[in-house]
């Protein structure tokens, strides 16, 4: 799951308070799945999850806030 909300391009921020964790935990929950998927950035982490599980999903954009 949340790869799938980062992948929508929510800000860490958004994503803790949805999660209701602090916003330094998901930030170190993020970097290690970018270690596990030998990705770099959020961007590449987006393009991983879009190309394998949602490519006839449409992107969701969040509201800037």
Known sequence: ELVRIVAEGFPYRQ???QMNNA???I???VQKIF????VWNRSE???WYWARFAPNESVV?????
């Open 45 to 47: 982490l987006a393009a």
């Open 27 to 29: 930030k170190s929950a």
């Open 15 to 17: 994503i803790a308070e």
């Open 61 to 65: 954009v969040p509201s800037p806030s």
């Open 23 to 25: 916003e330094d935990t």
């Open 35 to 38: 270690d596990l998927l030998g």
